[in-house]
Structures are given as C-alpha cells and as structure tokens.
C-alpha cells in the first residue's frame, strides 16, 4: 500500500457518499419486500466501509516516493481528449469521417511519423471495419 | 452426446479455426487480453448462427492460452498473465538456444491439458447442473458472493483493493433498470442509460482503450523476437522425458483450480510451478531454464481455462473476464448458460464442448510451424495497431445495443481503466463485479422474499450455509493469520 492508495480510498469514499446521497430517492420498503433503494444502500455502504479499510492501511504505509509518470503522460491525455471529442461527433459526422479521424490522430499521437502513412493508416482501418461491419454484417453504424 | 459432431460442421469448423486464430494472436500481443478481444467481435458473433459464434469466442478465450506462451518464450513478454511464469524458465532456454523445443513444448503441454480439461469438462459439467437444479436463491446469492470473495482474495496485490473494486462494480450495475420492480436508477434521465451499462461497451473500454491509452503514454514499446529455426522445433528426448510428469502435474491441477472462482488460469500457472519446486527431480535447476518450469505452468494454465467452463455452463456463473464476455456472447444469441442449458441447448452445449478437441488439435498444427510467424507479430509496432484497436472498441461498443450513449460508456470505462492502471487497480474484479451485480441482487431480493424477509433464510440450506461461511473464512481468515503472526513472541511489528 502506498499514499497514493490513501488519495484513492478518499476518492472510492466520495464515490459511495455521493452513490448513497443519490441512492436516498429510491425507497427501501420492509425486509420481506425489498425495494429499488435497499440494494444501493448496501453497497454503498460496503464500498465506503471499503474505502475506509483502504485508506487506514495506506495510512500505515512508509511515505512512497515521488511518483513517476509515464514519459509521455501529456499524449495521453490529448488521447483521452480526442476520444471524448471521438464520442460527441460520431452521431453527426457519421462512423467513417470519425473513425478516420480518430485513426489518424490516434496514429500520430502513438508516434506514426509523417501524413500519408497515418492518413493511409486512418482510410484503410475506416474503410475496412465499414465493409466488414455495415456491408458484410449488417451492422448499423453511425 | 451425438451432438457433439455439430463442432465438425463447416460453419463451425471455420467459426473454430477463426477464433482460435485470432485468440493466439491476441495471446501474442501484450495487453488487450483475451476478454477485451472476445468483445471486440461480439458484434460478428451476434450475425453468426448461435453455436458457430459461440464456438468463435470459445477459440479466442483458448487460443489466449497458448498464444500466451509464445511471447513469453522468445520475447520475455508474457501475452497475458497466465503465462507470467513461463517467462522464469523459458525465455532462460531461448537465451541457450533451446527456444524451439520450448514452444513445441509448450504446445504440447498445452494440448495434452486442453484435452484433458475437455473430457474432464464434459464429465464434470452435467453432474454439475443436475446439482444446480436444487440450487434457489439463497444458494446462488452464497455462491456468487463466495466467488467475488475468493476473486479477491486470491487476484494477487492487496485484497481491499480487489474487493473495492468488485464493489465499484456491483455499484455501476444498479445503473438502469432494477431488476425486480422495474425502477430506473442512477440514470439522470439520459435515455440511453435506461437499459444499464453495456457491459461491453465497459469490458472494451477497460481492457482496450486503457491499453491505447498506456501504449500512448509509455510511447512506441515494439520488441525484437529471437528468431526459431524449423529444425529447432523438435525437443529432443531427454527434454520430452522430463516434460511428461510435470506436465500430468500441471494438468489435474490446473482443472481443479479452474473451478474455483477467480483468476484460475494465472493462479493455476504459479501453484503448478510452486509444486515443480518442491516435487521435480530437477527442481534445483528451476529458474534457471529448466523445461519443467514451461511443462508444468502451460498445462495448468490450458486446463484452468477448461476447468472455468465448469461454472459458466452449468451454473451459468463466469468467474473470469473472458468467461464474463462468453456469457455475454451467450445471452446475446438467446442462450441462456446454467443448468437448463443442456435441455434447452443441446446442440450448443455439446457442439462448444466438441469444438475444444478441433480447436486443440487446430491450435496444436498451427503453433507448431507457425511459431515464427506468431512471435514476429509481437515486434509489430503499436502504432501501427493500437489505433485500430480504438476503431474496433467504438464498433463493438455501438454495435451492443445500436445506442450512442454507449460509445460514451467506453471512454469512460477507458479513462476509468487507465486511472486504475496508474492508481494499481485490477480491472478484472471490476467486471466481475458489473457482471454479478444483478444476479446478487435478483437473488438477495427473492431469498429474502420467500424467508418472509428472516435474513436467517439466506443460511437456512447447508448447502448456502457452507458457501456463505467459506466467504467469510475467505474474508477475514488472511488478517487472523496476519495477527497471529505478529503475536508471535519475536515477530517484527510494523
């Protein structure tokens, strides 16, 4: 266990304080008959009870060092970014516009150098998983 | 029993050869994992008749298993994590030139328990349901209960951790529609929340985008393999002679670990090269590339991945991820697995039975001359995959239910799983979690409901009361242990 451990369990512990506070507009009913708001209740209860646990025995861990983040944190999290942008489009701008957009990025990011390599990289995988997926399966993408 | 030739239709017979293909390949390449890859083509398996598609996920779940082997051997990569501890004994013997007859007995160990675990599976799973009829509520609560707890007790890593993770998801499968009484919760009126979480949508994110994610921040990690002659394939007899015992070994083993809940094909692999160190003639040369150390793990690990069947079948209760996704696939293709499957699925249960002796004899021809090209596929460079990877979790994501919100789902699940990757978090208890969720609560509700709500009706069965106390055993017997160390006279304190 480590303090970063100790930051997570706080984490964990919001989490379940939160899920019981939403938890309350569900009703409990009697043992007998339980309602949608008993089973919430528990784990909620579980999960704080949990981070709890977490957290006393992180806080009798030895200080960890300084953390290491990765080498290249910064591009991942322009990954996470563009995913999220990734989900908001893919609606409007169909799956093969998006998709190649997010390939190409994507490749870029993971250190694909150059423009057509990537941009050839994002067509093909578009390209493919369209056929496979709408015209061979019949899958209704976007 | 003669359905068991349905495995040899063409359909099937290409469904197999497909998945098992694809399951070595996913076995070679670090990260993504067997479950991640059995949801990436849930959405071809739901186009496919129900067997063949079924027998396709089956392929991939066992292909992971000797695909696994491979990396670890030449490139001191394990696939996955089943095969951490080849590594220990085989990479040694790649190093000595002995790469090929490691792989070949890999192959074969990998064989000879996939076989095993498949008649033993066939015996096993229908003894198993006809137990499985007298089961109710109170027995299945106990039962998915004592397996999350023995998940997190055994997954490695600190136990709190585990377990709150396994809450976590227990906590994300209440989103949507209640079980019981049909009441939305937790959607904050987003329409496409209403049905739950897509359990794919999540598998994906987890397992597949936060392994983008990690490859994008770790930067390009493309690996050299060493390269195996064909002439170095064969082990010779000395090396064949030592590998038959611990491979008998790892064999029983591996099954019987299989059928306890939790990760059992990693676990299986460690206790199997645990035992090698205490029983082995050689046990002395173990560490430092003796083929014992490869015989024994990779059948135990083959054979725990049969032994996992056992649960998922007949009591239709997945104790893994990739067994999750397999339920998952099986209830997209309206099969329901526990114990009425064999009455209602015939065909199915015996034909995915039957498709494990193809798929091992298919698996044991491929990895043969093919190891070569299997391991150069490991020095691919992400960059040239991983963004497809994306592509593909988006597809599997949407494709589940059709609905958008899902694709959602699967960037949260991805920036979830990378946090818990950063913050030592397994994301496998998570799913677990996500998956039983709903069965311990359908199941706390109805137990609670027929005791006319004495929660002494959820151990009022000797068959519950046994469980339900293994569970609690389980839970606090690590910190007893602990404090009786330390009060030992002696002890260090802390």
């Known amino acids: 266990m480590t303090r970063r451990d100790r930051w997570s369990a706080v984490g964990l512990a919001l989490v379940a304080t939160a899920y019981l506070v939403l938890g309350r507009a569900y009703p409990l009913d009697t043992l007998a008959a339980l309602g949608p708001g008993a089973f919430p209740l528990a784990v909620g209860l579980v999960l704080l009870a949990l981070a709890v646990w977490q957290f006393s025995a992180a806080g009798r861990a030895a200080p960890s060092g300084p953390s290491i983040a990765p080498p290249r944190s910064r591009a991942a999290l322009v990954m996470a970014c563009v995913l999220v942008v990734y989900a908001a489009v893919l609606p409007r701008l169909g799956f093969l516009l998006a998709s190649s957009a997010l390939v190409f990025v994507a490749a870029r990011l993971m250190g694909l150098d150059g423009w057509w390599r990537p941009a050839a990289l994002a067509v093909g995988v578009a390209v493919a998983a369209r056929v496979l997926f709408v015209t061979w399966l019949g899958v209704p993408l976007p | ?494």
């Open chain 2, 1 to 494: 029993m003669s359905e068991l030739f349905v495995a040899l239709t063409p359909p099937n017979l290409v469904a197999c050869f497909v998945g098992v293909v694809l399951g070595t390949l996913v076995g070679v390449l670090p990260g993504l994992g067997p479950a991640g890859a059995m949801a990436l083509v849930l959405p071809v398996v739901v186009k496919l008749e129900p067997t063949a598609g079924l027998i396709m996920l089956a392929g991939i779940y066992y292909g992971a298993m000797y695909g696994g082997s491979t990396t670890s051997i030449l490139v001191n990569v394990p696939g996955e994590a089943a095969s951490v501890v080849t590594t220990i004994d085989g990479y040694r013997l790649a190093r000595r030139g002995r790469a090929g007859a490691a792989l070949a007995v890999a192959a074969l160990a990998s064989f000879v328990a996939g076989t095993f675990s498949v008649v033993a599976l066939q015996l096993a799973a229908p003894l198993v349901a006809r137990a499985a009829l007298a089961f109710g509520p109170a027995e299945y609560f106990a039962f998915a209960l004592l397996g999350v707890v023995l998940l997190a007790t055994l997954a490695g890593g600190a136990r709190v951790k585990a377990l709150a993770m396994v809450a976590v998801g227990v906590l994300l499968s209440t989103v949507g529609m209640d079980p019981m009484g049909g009441t939305v919760r937790f959607t904050f009126d987003v329409a496409g929340a209403q049905a739950g979480l897509s359990f794919v949508a999540v598998t994906a994110g987890l397992f597949g985008v936060a392994e983008v994610l990690a490859l994008t921040a770790a930067g390009d990690t493309a690996t050299a393999a060493a390269r195996v002659r064909f002439r170095e394939l064969y082990p010779n007899r000395e090396e064949l002679r030592r590998s038959v015992p611990p491979m008998l070994r790892g064999t029983v083993l591996g099954f019987l670990v299989g059928l306890i809940p939790g990760p059992a094909a990693t676990i299986a692999s460690f206790v199997s090269y645990g035992v090698e160190k205490r029983v082995s003639r050689h046990r002395r040369e173990l560490g430092t590339g003796a083929i014992e150390g490869v015989a024994g793990p990779e059948a135990a690990n083959n054979a725990a991945a049969g032994g996992g069947m056992v649960p998922l079948l007949s009591l239709g209760l997945p104790f893994t991820p990739a067994t999750a996704v397999l339920l998952s696939g099986m209830l997209l293709v309206s099969v329901t697995p526990g114990p009425f499957l064999l009455r209602d699925h015939p065909h199915v249960f015996w034909g995915v039975i039957g498709s494990f002796y193809v798929g091992n004899v298919m698996l044991l021809l491929l990895n043969l001359p093919l190891v070569g090209v299997f391991a150069r596929v490991a020095t691919i460079p992400p960059r040239w995959l991983m963004p497809g990877v994306l592509v593909l979790c988006a597809v599997a994501a949407f494709a589940d239910n059709n609905n958008p919100f899902d694709v959602w789902v699967m960037v949260g699940a991805g920036l979830l799983g990378y946090a818990m990757r950063w913050l030592g978090y397994d994301p496998a208890p998570l799913v677990l979690g996500l998956v039983l969720g709903p069965l311990l609560e359908r199941s706390l509700v109805q137990a609670l409901t027929i005791a006319r709500g004495q929660v002494s009706g959820l151990w009022s069965s000797p068959q519950a009361a046994v469980m339900l106390a293994a569970a609690v055993l389980a839970l606090v017997a690590p910190g007893v242990l602990t404090l009786a160390r330390r009060a030992r006279p002696g002890a260090p304190h802390p």
